[in-house]
């Protein structure tokens, strides 16, 4: 069997630094590329004395850590101990991604005759344990695709926790009925009504469903709501005397109103702190807030102060 050195140094050097590079854009920290290529250098050099008549213990678990250390070192340095193991974890984390996703592929764009059973069988009919990519330029090709998905993924995930720690149960108590959903604290929120300048909380009509009548949800998704008011007069509605008209500035900086409802009060629960605010307004929207559903109104940031 012919073995080419050098492509293998070459090819697990770019892997190398590909993974070190999304390891530091993951964890946020600056890298200088000296040091990133004397990090690839090491661990494609690893890979190289594996063909080389070494001693058995350097292809021991605890060497392999070593060397795996000595990468994460000479590519980010030291800092301390907790900071050492943050990037290791990411760095092992990546690659696992990396690994998993190539084989997956690999297993998934198979032959059904090279498959049997989930044993990958040669051509000679004999069980082959050990995964082989035909080419070079299959790993290079699936190497960026896969980090960037990793990166992708881990990134939204990120985001996700930091919007998480903005979101409070919402309860809204109207007579005797009661509403309850997830809301947004939105610092960026300063809808007020201009006459009482009452906060106003803005919320999904969707979520009102149960109590407003059909025709009203199909205008305020329409932004007829001026309609609504008008038609007060004929159509009689138990909250008539709750209800506001709230002017606001679209995203075309135009003038719109938005139809809204006095609550007797909204109990906003967030991080174990209960707050009670009765002068408030739900202003109704009629689109969606957040497409994947983890709110369903905007909490006026008045609100939280005020608690």
């Given at each position: 069997m012919i073995v080419y050195a050098d492509l293998i140094f070459l090819l697990n050097f770019l892997m190398d630094a590909a993974m070190l590079i999304v390891t530091a854009k993951t964890r946020k920290i600056s890298f200088k590329w000296w040091r990133i290529v004397g990090s690839s250098f090491l661990?494609?050099?690893?890979?190289?004395?594996?063909?080389?008549?070494?001693?058995?213990?350097?292809?021991?678990?605890?060497?392999?850590?070593?060397?795996?250390?000595?990468?994460?070192?000479?590519?980010?340095?030291?800092?301390?101990?907790?900071?050492?193991?943050?990037?290791?974890?990411?760095?092992?984390?990546v690659n696992f991604a990396v690994a998993g996703g190539m084989f997956g592929i690999h297993y998934v764009l198979a032959s059904s005759s090279d498959v049997m059973k989930g044993i990958v069988f040669t051509q000679s009919g004999v069980a082959m344990?050990?995964?082989?990519?035909?080419?070079?330029?299959?790993?290079?090709?699936?190497?960026?695709?896969?980090?960037?998905?990793?990166?992708?993924?881990?990134?939204?995930?990120?985001?996700?926790?930091?919007?998480?720690?903005?979101?409070?149960?919402?309860?809204?108590?109207?007579?005797?009925?009661?509403?309850?959903?997830?809301?947004?604290i939105d610092t960026g929120n300063?809808?007020?009504?201009?006459?009482?300048?009452?906060?106003?909380?803005?919320?999904?009509?969707?979520?009102?469903?149960?109590?407003?009548?059909?025709?009203?949800?199909?205008?305020?998704?329409?932004?007829?709501v001026d309609q609504i008011i008008s038609g007060l007069g004929v159509e009689e509605f138990i909250w008539q005397d709750r209800l506001r008209?709230?002017?606001?500035?679209?995203?075309n900086r135009n003038t719109q109103f938005m139809l809204a409802i006095k609550p007797d009060k909204v109990v906003i629960t967030h991080n174990s702190t209960r707050i009670e605010a009765s002068k408030v307004l739900i202003g109704l929207d009629g689109g969606k807030l957040c497409s994947d559903g983890t709110y369903q109104a905007i909490i006026h940031p008045a609100l939280i102060s005020a608690g």
């Open positions: 661990g494609a050099s690893y890979v190289v004395i594996m063909f080389l008549p070494m001693p058995l213990f350097l292809f021991t678990f605890s060497v392999k850590c070593m060397f795996c250390i000595g990468m994460i070192m000479t590519a980010f340095g030291f800092g301390s101990l907790q900071n050492l193991l943050r990037n290791l974890g990411t760095f092992l984390l344990f050990q995964i082989q990519i035909g080419s070079v330029l299959f790993v290079l090709l699936l190497l960026i695709p896969l980090l960037w998905w990793f990166r992708t993924v881990l990134q939204s995930s990120k985001q996700r926790e930091v919007l998480t720690a903005y979101v409070a149960e919402v309860t809204i108590h109207v007579g005797d009925y009661t509403a309850s959903c997830k809301g947004l300063q809808l007020y009504d201009p006459l009482t300048r009452t906060p106003v909380m803005v919320m999904e009509v969707s979520e009102w469903g149960d109590v407003l009548p059909v025709e009203w949800l199909q205008r305020i998704r329409s932004a007829d008209l709230v002017p606001y500035r679209g995203v």
